[in-house]
């Protein structure tokens, strides 16, 4: 099917996009559709209901426990002769009861906020980052910090007071390391909260201004727990990274048309635009706050914008963005991806992600990765039996009508990425010219064995037409008339007659 007219494109409804409760924010596949408002209602309501169910269930082993031990001390009365029998039962009942308070204890200590911890793994003991990372990540906590106190003098005694609050903080994490993801984004979300209601009372309704101290916050804050809440090891975002780096890895074939993607990147101006949003997804994990990290999808949408507009000549529509996004992240395989979004997702301010085009933006590409998850034949417009070929690396599609993925030559364009764009197109002939010869060696390889065969055959119809007779071996001689045989015969003396 070669018109896009005829093609079925990406198409999400904008709908789709917004929270499930119908509050009007953004939602998020990682909280099931809800927004970070809804979501975290919708989280401590569960968590209330999961404390207050525990806590029935160790009172109930303490009046259990209490009962029991109430029957014990009954049975250490002294007792008939006939009833001596029953002493091996209290010894049963008193271990009973033992084992009952040993577990009123384990609950009791669990719900202590003292003790919500999960096992350390020895693992992450034995994580020690290079000089280099660690000098540089020291540079910049150390900036970052010299900054939010030059930021704070404007607020005068405000300021030394949000200071002191981010400073507990920041020390009463580190004691809740060991703590799942979960835990760890409530109490920064609980800190967010909190400080954002106490600056909007101090600035009586100014929502802006607290915006602003909340925007430093978040970086000073975020900066200094970076290397212990980024990919924490309480979860599996590393494992869903390697996944989904593999699956985009194994997509690498999917072309522009194949996604119904509006560009036309022989437009030098729409080929910057595309080099310029890759580049952009792939720099978002060289971020460390989440803000920088939203800021970085916001860049490369808005290039991908600009490259739908000067293709299309008109603004660009939804329809157009997400396969076009789609397209992008293909192209770029960031590092890391579902781990950045998760780290978004956990600790970045929530009204960034509820509103705005940062949060508009970062709902798309959760989207985009979500599509590319469970991407199939049906959504590229192609047989079942194509889709596997492809996806096997049997065979791959046309390029009659593939234009050029990579710039060719722009002013804009640095020459490291010119460079390995040049040497991926290298690439990618070496892989169709090694495909030649792996199937060049296999017809050989048959031939061969072909030829072995034939051989063998013939060999083995001429010795049936000419056996080989074996004939017995000859008999040993004697030694010593073999010496006689050797020496000439004796001569005979001749009697000469006188």
Same mark, same amino acid.
């Given at each position: 099917?070669?018109? *896009?007219?005829?093609?079925?494109?990406?198409?999400?409804?904008?709908?789709?996009?917004?929270?499930?409760?119908?509050?009007?924010?953004?939602?998020?596949?990682?909280?099931?559709?809800?927004?970070?408002?809804?979501?975290?209602?919708?989280?401590?309501?569960?968590?209330?209901?999961?404390?207050?169910?525990?806590?029935?269930?160790?009172?109930?082993?303490?009046?259990?426990?209490?009962?029991?031990?109430?029957?014990?001390?009954?049975?250490?009365?002294?007792?008939?002769?006939?009833?001596?029998?029953?002493?091996?039962?209290?010894?049963?009942?008193?271990?009973?009861?033992?084992?009952?308070?040993?577990?009123?204890?384990?609950?009791?200590?669990?719900?202590?906020? =003292? =003790? *919500?911890?999960?096992?350390?793994?020895?693992?992450?003991?034995?994580?020690?980052?290079?000089?280099?990372?660690?000098?540089?990540?020291?540079?910049?906590?150390?900036?970052?910090?010299?900054?939010?106190?030059?930021?704070?003098?404007?607020?005068?005694?405000?300021?030394?007071?949000?200071?002191?609050?981010?400073?507990?903080?920041?020390?009463?994490?580190?004691?809740?390391?060991?703590? =799942?993801?979960?835990?760890?984004?409530?109490?920064?979300?609980?800190?967010?909260?909190?400080?954002?209601?106490?600056?909007?009372?101090?600035?009586?309704?100014?929502?802006?201004?607290?915006?602003?101290?909340?925007?430093?916050?978040?970086?000073?804050?975020?900066?200094?727990?970076?290397?212990?809440?980024?990919?924490?090891?309480?979860?599996?975002?590393?494992?869903?990274?390697?996944?989904?780096?593999?699956?985009?890895?194994?997509?690498?074939?999917?072309?522009?048309?194949?996604?119904?993607?509006?560009?036309?990147?022989?437009?030098?101006?729409?080929?910057?635009?595309?080099?310029?949003?890759?580049?952009?997804?792939?720099?978002?994990?060289?971020?460390?706050?989440?803000?920088?990290?939203?800021?970085?999808?916001?860049?490369?949408?808005?290039?991908?914008?600009?490259?739908?507009?000067?293709?299309?000549?008109?603004?660009?529509?939804?329809?157009?963005?997400?396969?076009?996004?789609?397209?992008?992240?293909?192209?770029?395989?960031?590092?890391?991806?579902?781990?950045?979004?998760?780290?978004?997702?956990?600790?970045?301010?929530?009204?960034?992600?509820?509103?705005?085009?940062?949060? $508009?933006?970062?709902?798309?590409?959760?989207?985009?990765?979500?599509?590319?998850?469970?991407?199939?034949?049906? =959504?590229?417009?192609?047989?079942?039996?194509?889709?596997?070929?492809?996806?096997?690396?049997?065979?791959?599609?046309?390029?009659?009508?593939?234009?050029?993925?990579?710039?060719?030559?722009?002013?804009?364009?640095?020459?490291?990425?010119?460079?390995? $764009?040049?040497?991926?197109?290298?690439?990618?002939?070496?892989?169709?010219?090694?495909?030649?010869?792996?199937?060049?060696?296999?017809?050989?390889?048959?031939?061969?064995?072909?030829?072995?065969?034939?051989?063998?055959?013939?060999?083995?119809?001429?010795?049936?037409? $000419?056996?080989?007779?074996?004939?017995?071996?000859?008999?040993?001689?004697?030694?010593?008339?073999?010496?006689?045989?050797?020496?000439?015969?004796?001569?005979?003396?001749?009697?000469?007659?006188?």
């Amino acid at each position: 099917m070669s018109q *896009r007219s005829e093609r079925r494109g990406i198409h999400v409804d904008q709908s789709e996009l917004l929270c499930k409760k119908g509050c009007g924010y953004y939602g998020n596949a990682a909280w099931q559709g809800l927004c970070s408002k809804c979501w975290r209602e919708e989280y401590q309501r569960a968590r209330q209901k999961q404390i207050q169910e525990d806590w029935a269930l160790a009172e109930k082993l303490q009046r259990e426990e209490e009962e029991a031990a109430y029957a014990s001390n009954q049975g250490t009365q002294p007792t008939p002769p006939n009833q001596s029998a029953l002493a091996p039962f209290s010894k049963f009942e008193e271990k009973k009861t033992n084992e009952k308070t040993r577990k009123v204890t384990t609950v009791k200590k669990f719900f202590s906020p =003292s =003790s *919500r911890t999960t096992p350390k793994k020895e693992s992450h003991e034995s994580k020690t980052p290079s000089p280099s990372i660690s000098r540089q990540s020291s540079i910049e906590t150390d900036r970052v910090s010299r900054d939010f106190v030059d930021f704070l003098k404007s607020l005068q005694k405000l300021g030394r007071e949000i200071h002191k609050q981010c400073r507990v903080f920041i020390e009463s994490m580190a004691s809740k390391k060991d703590l =799942s993801a979960d835990e760890l984004s409530e109490y920064v979300q609980d800190f967010y909260q909190n400080m954002s209601d106490r600056l909007l009372t101090h600035f009586k309704g100014s929502s802006e201004r607290v915006e602003c101290v909340m925007d430093q916050v978040e970086k000073y804050i975020m900066t200094r727990l970076y290397k212990s809440v980024f990919c924490p090891e309480t979860t599996d975002d590393e494992k869903k990274d390697l996944a989904t780096q593999n699956r985009i890895r194994a997509l690498h074939w999917v072309t522009i048309q194949m996604l119904c993607v509006p560009l036309d990147e022989d437009i030098p101006e729409v080929s910057d635009s595309v080099v310029k949003a890759i580049t952009d997804v792939i720099e978002m994990d060289s971020k460390r706050v989440p803000r920088d990290k939203l800021a970085c999808i916001t860049s490369c949408s808005k290039h991908i914008f600009n490259a739908i507009r000067v293709t299309k000549r008109e603004p660009a529509s939804a329809d157009d963005f997400l396969p076009t996004l789609i397209y992008i992240v293909l192209k770029a395989n960031p590092p890391r991806l579902q781990s950045n979004i998760q780290y978004i997702t956990r600790f970045c301010n929530p009204s960034r992600l509820m509103t705005g085009e940062d949060g $508009y933006y970062f709902t798309n590409l959760c989207c985009a990765v979500a599509f590319i998850e469970k991407l199939d034949a049906q =959504s590229l417009n192609l047989s079942p039996e194509d889709f596997e070929h492809y996806m096997s690396g049997l065979a791959s599609p046309s390029r009659v009508e593939e234009k050029s993925t990579w710039p060719q030559s722009s002013s804009l364009v640095s020459p490291g990425l010119t460079q390995m $764009y040049h040497n991926l197109e290298l690439l990618t002939g070496l892989g169709e010219r090694q495909q030649q010869v792996l199937d060049g060696a296999r017809g050989l390889q048959a031939e061969m064995e072909e030829w072995q065969e034939s051989v063998k055959q013939q060999v083995h119809g001429i010795v049936e037409r $000419y056996p080989l007779e074996v004939r017995p071996p000859a008999l040993p001689i004697d030694s010593e008339n073999t010496e006689n045989d050797r020496l000439p015969p004796p001569l005979t003396p001749q009697v000469f007659a006188g």
